[in-house]
């Protein structure tokens, strides 16, 4: 059965910094691409990065030089680091990876951006 738990979500000022973490289980983690999406209030779930086995990361426009995404595949984890967020940041984010056509989901982390 496959899992995926988010953490690292909260509140932080414009500016600043946060790290996502996606712990994942039941799947041989190294061999999937993993994905983070986020969904703001009265929004459509948009991909914000994803990366693949090997390690090769693309990025929605919006985060690019700001974001970055990284996995470790001893500790099956995949990270956002997410620097410079601004208001526009907020959402929940959510950790994804689709095995055999089914996406699974972790159950997302709030992240909040105020002054």
């Known amino acids: 059965q496959v899992q995926l738990v988010e953490s690292g979500g909260g509140l932080v000022q414009p500016g600043g910094s946060l790290r996502l973490s996606c712990a994942a289980s039941?799947?041989?983690?190294?061999?999937?691409?993993m994905g983070w999406y986020r969904q703001a209030p009265g929004k459509q779930r948009e991909l914000v990065a994803a990366?693949?086995?090997?390690?090769?990361?693309n990025y929605a426009d919006s985060v690019k030089g700001r974001f970055t995404i990284s996995r470790d595949n001893a500790k099956k984890t995949v990270y956002l680091q997410m620097n410079s967020l601004n208001p526009e940041d907020t959402a929940v984010y959510y950790c994804?990876?689709?095995?055999?056509?089914?996406?699974?989901w972790g159950q997302g982390t709030q992240v909040t951006v105020s002054s």
């Open positions: 994804n990876i689709k095995v055999d056509l089914v996406d699974f």
């Open positions: 990366i693949t086995s090997g390690g090769w990361a």
């Open positions: 039941g799947i041989i983690f190294s061999i999937y691409a």
